[in-house]
């Protein structure tokens, strides 16, 4: 499990983390295919960035078997709730109603939005 002092991951760590959330433990070879259909990337490339995540704590190695099997350290549900509260924290000096606000400020769909009423009165209700 991430503590708080690891460190966020990068744009290239977060779309690692996606395949991984998506396909579930992988090879570096599935990983790759994975990245290299939506734009061009080495192999050393995916396979180094890996062995970075792996040390920060971001992903763990299966080393039992081979080829190493990789998976996600966090479910996609921690980890964006991890980011959006330092989002929220660093950007918005911990003001959801800030964050909120510049959230609905941009184009957001009628359905988005009928989908975020939703979820707040969900949380109105659970607060009952």
């Known amino acids: 499990m991430l503590d708080k002092k690891t460190a966020r991951p990068t744009d290239a760590e977060i779309e690692i983390l996606r395949v991984l959330w998506k396909l579930g433990p992988s090879t570096v070879r599935q990983v790759h295919e994975t990245l290299s259909a939506d734009k061009q990337t080495s192999y050393n490339t995916t396979l180094k960035l890996l062995q970075i995540m ?66 707040i009165a969900d949380v109105e209700e659970d607060e009952r």
């Open 54 to 119: 792996n040390g920060k704590g971001l992903v763990l190695r299966d080393e039992t078997q081979r080829p190493q099997i990789y998976r996600a350290a966090v479910p996609e549900s921690c980890m964006q709730q991890r980011l959006v509260t330092d989002l929220l924290r660093r950007a918005f000096g911990g003001s959801a109603t800030k964050l909120v606000a510049a959230l609905t400020s941009t184009d957001i769909s009628d359905y988005e939005l009928a989908e975020i009423k939703k979820l």
